[in-house]
């Protein structure tokens, strides 16, 4: 799953280049796929049977559509391939994530799951990997699809080979009690302001390399650093969920990652650049980790529809941000503004973090 999300970044430069796109277009088939995570994630609010099958169906459709990604093709099916891409993602998150946290709570083995969240970013390096192997062999950004499809087609038929065909279905009890909607709804409009600020980063931080001459060198290492820091900080995160609990850890991831951005738009340089990328990969999976084990402690009786709404609330963000990064691209000539905006986008869902546990502990 995280190759499939997160190639189209590496490959984005190559291909806007190839097909003469602009800002807008770069913008509008990142959204593509958000829009098909959002419409997953609202499915899997109301569908919660078969876990299992839909997960793995997801993971197949991954595959199908990323290797669709790199034909030839006009404008409209290239945005359905990216959108099926999108549904397929949010197939596999929620119902793996559901499954994943439930069997660990079974287990009494919470710790765990920061080996399960840390795939997306071994994903994100693999993606790194593929793009940079392909520049190195001369192939185009077809090719780059094509290879990052082959891998997800292996990984996906290993899958179905190793996932438990049987799997707790039912909720585990949990200690914290279930927070009243205002509380949820203040956590979720966090979330999706996560999804709008980490996003913009996301989508357009290698483009934003390869726009800078005297960086253009960087393209590939600065997206590997993404994957790596975002594979290796999981367990980091998950020590500070022990310590000072899930919301104030979230927080704070919310709040380095808005500095990391920021740093990279103020101190346009190598290190500045690094610095952003190793700041994003560093938190944005775990900050997406971190808000679904929220949600999921606050909603014991039903976590797969938490998880749903959360991932939706998430997704609406995700669409948002290519769009208006894009066009605020095209309008200034930089991702300066864009880049500005995700850090307040991030540093307002870390105050609503804080203020809903201000909350909950006066409550």
Known sequence: MGIGRFVYTPILPDMAQALNWG?????????AN????????LLMAWYTAHRRTVMLTGLLIAAA?????????????????RFLNGVASALVMVNMTALTLEQLARLQRPAWSSLYFSG???????????????????????WQWWIAGACITALAVLSVIIAPRTAVETAQTVTVAVAPAGRLGLLALSYGLVGFGYVITATFIVAIVRADEGLRTLESLVWLCVGLSAASSIAFWAWGVRRIGVIVTYAGACFLEALGIATGVLWPSAAGVLLAAVSLGGT????????????????????????GLMTASFGTGQIIGPLLAGVLRDTTGSYAAPSLLATAALCLAATLAVWMRRQERRA
């Open 284 to 307: 944005f999976v775990s900050i997406t980790a971190l808000g679904l084990m929220a949600a999921r402690e606050r909603s014991p009786g039903n976590p797969a529809r938490a998880i």
């Open 120 to 142: 997306v970013g071994t994903g994100i390096t693999l993606s790194a990997l593929v793009v940079a192997l392909a520049h190195a062999w001369m192939l185009d950004w077809q």
């Open 65 to 81: 559509s990323t290797l669709a990604s790199g034909v030839q093709m006009p404008f409209a099916p290239l945005l359905t391939a």
């Open 34 to 41: 958000f829009i098909g995570y959002l419409a997953g994630a």
């Open 23 to 31: 800002g807008r277009e770069a913008g509008l088939t990142a959204s």
